[in-house]
């Protein structure tokens, strides 16, 4: 799927991929090894060897290097549930949702794992981690109600969603917790299984 997309893509927008990816791999590499709040932009920038300006072009802070993507996996998500049929009750379409658009929202444990980590250990992070979950809901929430019947789907289907994603928090906890070694599926799936038993 992403071979294809790099293939449609022109050479401005490839060289445009190619160099943000290139500033998101040396800026994790700081990260990592020095914490993410010791490592500041110059740095960043210097490991690249680009300008500040050219890092603001592609990133609009220092946070959005680890969390600029999460708003898009969000979005591969909703696409993912656009596409299922309306047969299927709301958590379940959003459990299958979650797994056809994994491809583009959990493809490398590794890189992954480091993340959580530091945003577990960076309060600005998981300050802009909520940030970015709320575009998770604003996407969401409208494709649930659609599925719903009753005097107000949209509450319904705020509930929902903010409790589907409190469990996708609590197991990917869950997973930081256990070093990357556990099953994030299973894990997410013994969270609703305990909200929906409640």
Known sequence: MYVGFMAKMTAWERQRAALREEISAAACALF????????????IV???GISRRSFFRYF??????????LAARGDAVARALSGRSHA????????????SAQPETFNDP?????????????????????????????ALVPLI???????????TASVIVSAVLSCL???SEAWLA???????????DRAVATIRAS
Do not use: C
């Open 60 to 69: 609009g802070s220092k946070e959005d290097v680890l969390l600029g993507d």
């Open 88 to 99: 299927e009750d709301p958590w379940e379409a959003l459990r299958g949702a979650m797994i």
């Open 110 to 138: 590794v890189a992954d794992l480091a993340i959580a980590r530091l945003t577990h250990q960076t309060p600005s992070l998981r300050a802009r981690l909520f940030e970015k979950r709320q575009h998770w809901r604003d």
């Open 178 to 188: 256990a070093n990357g070694e556990a099953d994030m599926l299973e894990l997410y």
């Open 169 to 171: 928090d609590t197991a």
């Open 46 to 48: 210097e490991a690249v």
């Open 32 to 43: 990592v090894a020095q914490g993410f709040e010791a490592t500041t932009v110059d740095q």
């Open 145 to 155: 109600a659609g599925r719903l019947d009753g005097p107000d789907p949209e509450f």
